[in-house]
């Protein structure tokens, strides 16, 4: 049984940085693509970034390129999500989910694995 649990999340002001981690246990974290999605305060869950099994390839919402970074240390089975420039529309839930796959796209039905979250919250 995969189990994905987020750390990380918190306050930040706007202009601010956080960088989120999400560490598996009880799989090969190695065979799975990776993602982050994020659900803010009465709207739909809506996807972040992914990254395919080795690193090598990333993928982003428009909203967030350029101002984050999506990488995974497999070693570690954690991925990590850098959040630079956080604006207040940023705030929101954040989750990471996993999928058997070397790379999957930006569907949350495509993800198997889901952790519980952690809350970001861009205020002044």
């Known amino acids: 049984q995969v189990q994905l649990v987020e750390s990380g999340g918190g306050l930040v002001q706007p202009g601010g940085s956080l960088r989120l981690s999400c560490t598996s246990s009880?799989?090969?974290?190695?065979?799975?693509?990776m993602a982050w999605f994020r659900q803010a305060p009465g709207k739909e869950r809506e996807f972040v970034s992914a990254?395919?099994?080795?690193?090598?390839?990333?993928d982003y919402a428009d909203f967030v390129k350029d101002r984050f970074t999506v990488s995974r240390d497999n070693a570690k089975n954690t991925i990590y999500l850098q959040m630079n420039s956080l604006k207040p529309g940023d705030t929101a839930i954040y989750y990471c989910?996993?999928?058997?796959?070397?790379?999957?796209?930006?569907?949350?039905?495509?993800?198997?694995?889901w952790g519980q979250g952690t809350r970001v919250t861009v205020s002044s």
């Open positions: 990254i395919s099994t080795s690193g090598t390839i990333t």
């Open positions: 009880g799989g090969t974290f190695s065979r799975y693509a």
């Open positions: 989910a996993g999928a058997q796959a070397i790379m999957a796209d930006d569907f949350d039905r495509s993800y198997e694995y």
